[in-house]
């Protein structure tokens, strides 16, 4: 296959070592001619010192936007006629992208990820996600068969859009905060504007899964963003059981009114005469019942 035209965005923060290590991973998989984009969103450790020499990579200083708007920005530098947004703690196979961009010209795709593993730990992976319940955790699914299929979520740690898709649907959500639902958001509102999602199960990526962040994540931020997705994409049988669910958590009411004072009706609005299919559609098609 052809070369074609990849930019990759990373958003880093704080993450040491890992970055190095995903960034010289990426420049000895990707095509020659492939972008490399690094978003450093507030780092206090000097984890992103090394990319000053390195005429390579871009590097550009997010300054604590937190992963949507981070990625947002970042993709606003590149030029690749696809885009892969990676974090910056895995590490990929050689010729990893070939798939993944392959599966990208088939249809209506909107977006393509390949199946992800723990670091170090080969045998624990998953092949896309789902969300499990009203309290909007998503959990990881396992293979189906060995090409490429549809799954109802992606996982954000290697994820491939075509640039017209990412122009098209605004990219990420602005309105999100911090960390948490980001790639949630996305998939879903993918999958409601008419674009299916194909998870590349012949390719595996390593991930550090971490039992927290490398910052401070508020819980209003995290609740805050479930709520988003819930207001922005769901209907109001499902809004009610969402908020039925979480108003026992702690700060739930600092994340709803974060929540209700942001653009969310205005967004809900937007969103509510360019869909395809309805919330009902997405559940029915990927059996979620709940």
């Not at 420049?27 to 020499?53: C, Y």
């Not at 550009?60 to 703690?89: C, P, Q, W």
């Not at 393509?112 to 170090?120: C, E, F, K, R």
């Not at 739930?252 to 009114?257: M, R």
């Amino acid at each position: 296959m052809r070369s074609p035209g990849i930019s990759v965005v990373i958003v880093s923060r704080n993450e040491g070592e890992y970055l190095r290590q995903t960034v010289f991973n990426l420049q000895e998989t990707l095509p020659a001619d492939a972008q490399i984009v690094v978003v450093d969103d507030g780092s206090v450790d000097g984890s992103t010192r090394f990319l000053l020499n390195d005429a390579n990579v871009r590097l550009i200083a997010g300054g604590n936007l937190g992963v949507a708007k981070a990625r947002n920005l970042g993709a606003r530098e590149t030029t690749g006629s696809i885009i892969i947004f990676a974090d910056a703690h895995i590490l990929a196979p050689p010729r990893w992208w070939q798939p993944l961009c392959e599966a990208l010209t088939a249809g209506n795709i909107g977006a393509a990820a390949p199946s992800v593993s723990a670091l170090g730990h080969p045998e624990l992976k998953g092949y896309g996600l789902s969300l499990r319940g009203p309290d909007l955790d998503a959990d990881w699914l396992p293979e189906v068969h060995r090409h490429p299929y549809a799954v109802p979520i992606l996982p954000g740690a290697c994820l491939a859009m075509p640039r017209r898709v990412f122009d098209k649907t605004r990219g990420f959500d602005d309105g999100l905060l911090s960390r948490g639902g980001v790639d949630n958001e996305l998939c879903l509102r993918l999958w409601l504007l008419g674009y299916e999602l194909l998870v590349v199960p012949e390719i595996q990526v390593e991930h550090l899964f971490r039992t927290g962040a490398p910052f401070p994540v508020a819980w209003p931020a995290l609740l805050h963003n479930r709520l988003r997705l819930t207001f922005a994409h769901l209907s109001r049988k499902r809004i009610q059981r969402v908020i039925e669910n979480m108003q026992e958590y702690d700060h739930f009411a600092s994340a709803l009114t974060l929540t209700v004072e942001s653009d969310i009706f205005e967004r809900r609005k937007w969103l509510l005469c360019e869909r395809a299919h309805d919330d009902d559609w997405f559940f029915e098609k990927f059996d979620i019942r709940w």
